[in-house]
């Protein structure tokens, strides 16, 4: 079993969509939670953190689930500039180890 | 202004050959990274340096030697260059670790023929 996994997708959904991604780890030593985002031939670049409350910004909201192990990214009113590969990362606790999953590839389309 | 900078961007080699990349921030953070991005998209980690000493060591062959001259620089030279080294090579900076953000310089793709 991977350290995290997720959907690769793609996600396709139309312009105005909601579309929400989820991602599952393995380790519970794992403390520390990020969603980044990569585009086509670019660098991983951050879009948000994950904390324990939840937290949102802008239409992008993030949850983390510790009982389930699991972390989850919502878009809402998705637009074309958001189609890119979407990126879980999870640090275990302690270290400067960072996990990447797979990613999720969304296209929202015209 | 290119806070996590890498060179060369694109390497083509033939196998067997020795080569090197390079990595430089300037965002004053004290560890740095060596990531490999293969064919699937898939992001590992290889290297962590934490002010110039070597922390992580994710079962890479050692062929690949990372050099941390100061804690702005990393370097990455490759020996007996092989096929199955074609990738994407990702350098990342981050100040500590855990809930900091890293920084990810465009890459380095490399191609072995």
């Known amino acids: 079993r991977k350290e995290v996994e997720q959907d690769p997708g793609p996600f396709n959904v139309p312009e105005g969509a909601t579309v929400a991604f989820n991602c599952t780890y393995s380790?519970?030593?794992?403390?520390?939670f990020f969603w980044y985002r990569q585009d086509c031939r670019k660098e991983p670049k951050l879009l948000m953190s994950?904390?324990?409350s939840g937290n949102e910004d802008g239409r992008f909201t993030a949850q983390l689930n510790r009982a389930s192990q699991y972390i989850s990214l919502l878009i809402r009113d998705s637009k074309l500039s958001d189609s890119a590969t979407y990126l879980c990362?999870?640090?275990?606790?302690?270290?400067?180890?960072?996990?990447f999953g797979t990613g999720t590839r969304l296209k929202v389309l015209a | 202004d290119t806070a996590v900078s890498q060179t060369p961007k694109y390497l083509v080699t033939q196998m067997g050959n020795d080569k090197s990349i390079k990595c430089e921030q300037n965002?004053?953070?004290?560890?740095m990274y060596w990531y490999k991005q293969d064919s699937k998209k898939f992001l590992k980690i290889m290297f962590s340096?934490?002010?110039?000493?070597?922390?992580i060591n994710e079962t890479v062959p050692n062929r690949f030697s990372p050099k941390s001259p100061d804690k702005a620089h990393l370097n990455l030279h490759i020996n007996s260059l092989e096929l199955g080294d074609s990738a994407v090579y990702f350098c990342?900076?981050?100040?500590?670790?855990?809930?900091?953000?890293?920084?990810f310089g465009p890459g380095t793709r490399l191609t072995v023929l």
């Open positions: 990342a900076s981050s100040q500590g670790a855990e809930r900091n953000t890293q920084y």
């Open positions: 380790n519970s030593a794992s403390q520390s």
């Open positions: 994950v904390y324990s």
């Open positions: 990362v999870v640090n275990i606790g302690g270290t400067y180890k960072y996990i």
């Open positions: 965002l004053g953070h004290d560890t």
């Open positions: 340096y934490n002010n110039k000493e070597l922390i």
